[in-house]
């Protein structure tokens, strides 16, 4: 059912024909044998069969979390990782919004969703790794607010910039649903949800390293820094635009048939441009680095395994994409430009596994190594992230254009004409 | 384990030669990044051998102007600028070109050059802001080397265009250009007449000077009209 359709029934039956186009919805769009399902749907229905015991068993069932490391892979990689991938949202909309570079209108929607989605999938999971679930409310309703943790912040942060994103994102809801009263009245709310967007964003990606604070003396001296807030936040720009660069590269092929002309003509000048900002905050968090070290006198380190673990981080897969993306930018090579992404990608996996997991408890005797349970579970929770975005670029304007309805809504008023006196 | 405690200000003399490094090296980075080569010259001679477009060479290293001029990158900040594949065509053999002097400025979209054809003058556009560096006297001596190589050897001026990047925006490239061009030969083929022959439609090689072939008595107001020179 297309979305004219959609409306015009439910203004005729209501609730019931909003079920049915849901519904209706609901069933694929494309095949369903296709490679990429045939590896995901087990991989997926793996992980939620390991919930299900971790839920009911508890986590030791599953997972090598121990009393001295409480916090793995689930929190590693899909929380801290993710939401640093999840940067970009609030970097476009930053751009967009605030300093009005139109040229990255068109990948506004589809970072944003990509953003939305990551916070609730990738922050969802960590109740996988709380011992009672049930009291991950309890910072919001005010049963013990627990103000003086970290916590507490990132809990407020989470949820009030999950509903931000979704605001964001919400005038595309409107217009797959035909909704145009509603669109209006989002569309209105966007300049505020991205400046409070913007704002959370920029708090609870250094918040996540601010967790680390209290773990002095347990993270690696070369890891751990009083500014792991700001190496977090600074890394999150380039971190969340190589995840839009990467993202857009195989949307433009996957979702090839949904893409606007207009978002195909201005791909390859976005990706440069993206590129550019990516090379001037990582040329700047070397610097930060290096400050790092000299601060702490670090240097001595250096020489150690783990040092030279370091330096491959650095080098390999920070000052090299540096290189790559500045001269990616420099020779307008969109080649070079993914490349770059994709090592900057690796770089921050890396970062954020050194911080919390591999430089995390160095040096005690068993180190944690996660279960194969434990890397299924991320696994799954990965996919199921790209079958709902894949699902909601199938259906909602989000690559494709918005209806026409809407583009007239959003269109600068003509001025009519004078009539003759 | 106790983490080793440092003086904190034993290290700030080395702290502020970092950050004054950091502050030296940045605009260097900065204009480095910038101030690209943007494309190797070996690779925009390589792409000019492609025919992008139906009927017309597109090289894909060049910007293009939509007044039908092009520039593509000659160094560090440098450009080359001439007319395209389509306007020679258009317009014909020149008798006369002419050409400002080195060391004047080009404003962007603003008439740069004018190429004479049947005592007739057309002025087209800059495709680049910028200060003229060198012009091609070849071509000066020689108008012809534009219909032969309107990329290569058919160059008109280099150009030092510092603040480029800004303006590359309304520049058109890749399939923006392809598009463009592709609806520069529709509005051409609207104008055919039979009398043309079967040069054009039946799929052979446009002939130099389409203009005049076109329209012998108002072929000048009719290339000003498909170069968007008006």
């Given at each position: 059912?297309?979305?004219?359709g959609?409306?015009?029934?439910?203004?005729?039956?209501g609730?019931?024909?909003?079920?049915?186009?849901?519904?209706?919805?609901l069933?694929?769009?494309?095949?369903?044998l296709?490679?990429f399902?045939?590896?995901?749907?087990?991989?997926?229905?793996?992980?939620?069969?390991i919930?299900a015991i971790?839920?009911?068993?508890?986590?030791?069932?599953?997972?090598?979390?121990?009393q001295d490391?409480p916090?793995g892979?689930w929190?590693?990689f899909?929380?801290?990782?993710?939401v640093?991938f999840?940067?970009?949202?609030?970097?476009?909309?930053?751009?967009?919004y605030?300093?009005?570079?139109?040229r990255?209108?068109?990948?506004?929607?589809?970072?944003?969703?990509?953003?939305?989605l990551?916070?609730v999938?990738?922050?969802?999971?960590?109740?996988f790794?709380l011992?009672r679930?049930?009291?991950?409310?309890?910072?919001?309703?005010g049963?013990s607010?627990?103000?003086?943790?970290v916590?507490?912040?990132?809990a407020?942060?989470?949820?009030?910039?999950?509903?931000?994103?979704?605001?964001e994102?919400?005038?595309?809801?409107?217009?797959?649903?035909?909704l145009?009263?509603?669109r209006r009245a989002l569309s209105?709310?966007?300049?505020?949800?991205v400046?409070?967007?913007?704002?959370l964003?920029?708090?609870?990606?250094s918040?996540?390293?601010?967790?680390y604070?209290m773990?002095?003396?347990?993270?690696?001296?070369?890891?751990?820094?009083?500014?792991?807030?700001?190496y977090f936040?600074?890394?999150?720009?380039?971190?969340?635009?190589?995840l839009?660069?990467?993202?857009?590269?195989?949307?433009?092929r996957v979702?090839?048939?949904?893409?606007?002309?207009?978002?195909?003509?201005?791909?390859d000048?976005i990706?440069?441009g993206?590129?550019?900002?990516?090379?001037g905050?990582m040329?700047a968090?070397?610097?930060?680095?290096v400050?790092?070290?000299v601060?702490?006198?670090?240097?001595?380190l250096?020489?150690?395994?783990?040092?030279?673990?370091?330096?491959?981080?650095?080098v390999?897969?920070?000052l090299?994409?540096?290189?790559?993306?500045?001269?990616?930018?420099?020779?307008?090579s969109q080649?070079?430009?993914?490349v770059?992404?994709?090592?900057?990608?690796v770089?921050?996996?890396l970062?954020?596994?050194?911080?919390?997991?591999?430089g995390?408890?160095?040096?005690?005797p068993?180190?944690?190594?996660?279960?194969?349970?434990?890397v299924v579970?991320?696994?799954?929770?990965v996919?199921a992230?790209i079958?709902?975005f894949?699902?909601?670029?199938y259906?909602?304007?989000?690559?494709?254009?918005?209806?026409?309805?809407?583009?007239?809504?959003?269109a600068?008023?003509?001025?009519?004409?004078?009539?003759?006196? | 384990?106790?983490?080793?405690?440092?003086?904190?200000?034993?290290?700030?003399?080395a702290e502020?030669?970092?950050?004054?490094?950091f502050?030296?090296?940045?605009?260097l980075?900065w204009?480095y990044?910038?101030g690209a080569p943007?494309?190797?010259?070996s690779?925009?001679?390589?792409a000019?051998?492609?025919?992008?477009?139906?009927?017309?060479?597109?090289p894909?290293?060049?910007?293009y102007?939509?007044?039908?001029?092009?520039a593509?990158p000659?160094?560090?900040?440098?450009?080359?600028?001439g007319?395209d594949d389509?306007?020679q065509k258009?317009?014909?053999t020149?008798?006369?070109?002419?050409?400002?002097?080195v060391?004047?400025?080009?404003a962007?979209?603003?008439?740069a050059w004018?190429?004479?054809v049947?005592?007739r003058?057309?002025?087209?556009?800059?495709?680049v802001?910028?200060?003229?560096v060198?012009?091609?006297e070849?071509?000066?001596?020689?108008?012809s080397?534009?219909n032969?190589d309107p990329y290569?050897?058919g160059?008109?001026?280099e150009?030092?265009a510092?603040?480029?990047?800004?303006?590359?925006?309304?520049?058109?490239?890749?399939d923006?250009?392809?598009?463009?061009?592709?609806?520069?030969?529709d509005?051409?083929?609207?104008?055919?007449?039979?009398?043309?022959?079967?040069?054009l439609?039946d799929?052979?090689v446009?002939?130099?000077?389409i203009?005049r072939a076109?329209?012998?008595?108002?072929?000048?107001?009719?290339?000003?009209?498909?170069?968007?020179?008006?």
């Amino acid at each position: 059912m297309n979305q004219a359709g959609f409306a015009s029934t439910a203004r005729a039956v209501g609730a019931r024909g909003l079920w049915r186009f849901l519904v209706s919805e609901l069933k694929p769009k494309g095949p369903l044998l296709t490679a990429f399902n045939l590896i995901s749907a087990p991989i997926i229905v793996a992980a939620a069969v390991i919930l299900a015991i971790r839920f009911t068993k508890g986590l030791s069932s599953v997972t090598n979390l121990s009393q001295d490391v409480p916090w793995g892979l689930w929190i590693g990689f899909d929380v801290v990782t993710g939401v640093a991938f999840a940067g970009g949202a609030y970097v476009l909309t930053f751009l967009v919004y605030i300093l009005r570079q139109e040229r990255y209108h068109s990948i506004v929607r589809v970072t944003v969703l990509n953003g939305f989605l990551a916070y609730v999938f990738y922050a969802g999971a960590l109740l996988f790794d709380l011992g009672r679930p049930w009291k991950v409310v309890n910072p919001i309703i005010g049963n013990s607010f627990g103000v003086s943790s970290v916590l507490f912040l990132v809990a407020w942060h989470f949820m009030l910039y999950m509903i931000a994103a979704f605001v964001e994102f919400s005038p595309a809801v409107a217009e797959w649903l035909g909704l145009r009263r509603a669109r209006r009245a989002l569309s209105a709310l966007t300049l505020g949800a991205v400046i409070f967007g913007v704002t959370l964003s920029m708090l609870h990606q250094s918040g996540l390293g601010a967790l680390y604070l209290m773990a002095k003396g347990k993270i690696h001296p070369l890891w751990y820094s009083e500014f792991i807030p700001l190496y977090f936040f600074v890394s999150s720009v380039f971190a969340g635009l190589s995840l839009v660069i990467f993202e857009g590269t195989i949307s433009q092929r996957v979702f090839r048939n949904r893409i606007s002309e207009d978002h195909r003509a201005r791909h390859d000048d976005i990706v440069l441009g993206l590129s550019k900002i990516c090379a001037g905050t990582m040329f700047a968090y070397v610097f930060l680095k290096v400050l790092d070290i000299v601060h702490g006198q670090k240097f001595g380190l250096l020489t150690t395994p783990m040092g030279q673990w370091y330096l491959v981080e650095m080098v390999a897969f920070v000052l090299v994409p540096l290189a790559v993306f500045t001269e990616a930018v420099r020779w307008r090579s969109q080649t070079l430009c993914k490349v770059g992404a994709a090592l900057t990608l690796v770089g921050i996996l890396l970062n954020r596994l050194n911080v919390t997991i591999i430089g995390f408890q160095w040096d005690i005797p068993v180190r944690y190594i996660p279960t194969v349970y434990e890397v299924v579970v991320t696994l799954g929770v990965v996919l199921a992230e790209i079958w709902v975005f894949r699902w909601v670029i199938y259906r909602m304007p989000v690559l494709s254009m918005p209806p026409t309805w809407a583009m007239d809504a959003d269109a600068p008023p003509v001025a009519a004409p004078r009539a003759a006196a | 384990m106790n983490p080793v405690v440092h003086d904190p200000f034993a290290t700030k003399g080395a702290e502020y030669v970092v950050v004054l490094v950091f502050l030296a090296v940045l605009p260097l980075f900065w204009r480095y990044l910038n101030g690209a080569p943007l494309l190797a010259p070996s690779r925009v001679r390589a792409a000019q051998r492609q025919v992008l477009s139906g009927w017309f060479h597109l090289p894909e290293g060049a910007f293009y102007h939509p007044g039908h001029t092009w520039a593509a990158p000659a160094g560090a900040r440098r450009f080359r600028v001439g007319l395209d594949d389509f306007a020679q065509k258009l317009l014909g053999t020149a008798s006369r070109i002419s050409l400002p002097e080195v060391g004047m400025r080009l404003a962007k979209g603003a008439p740069a050059w004018g190429v004479e054809v049947d005592g007739r003058r057309i002025d087209l556009p800059a495709p680049v802001a910028g200060r003229i560096v060198a012009r091609n006297e070849a071509a000066l001596r020689d108008p012809s080397v534009i219909n032969g190589d309107p990329y290569g050897a058919g160059w008109l001026l280099e150009v030092e265009a510092p603040r480029f990047t800004s303006g590359a925006g309304s520049l058109l490239r890749g399939d923006r250009a392809k598009r463009w061009l592709r609806r520069a030969e529709d509005a051409l083929r609207l104008r055919m007449s039979p009398e043309v022959g079967a040069v054009l439609q039946d799929g052979g090689v446009p002939v130099p000077g389409i203009a005049r072939a076109l329209s012998e008595e108002a072929w000048e107001e009719l290339a000003r009209e498909l170069l968007a020179t008006r």
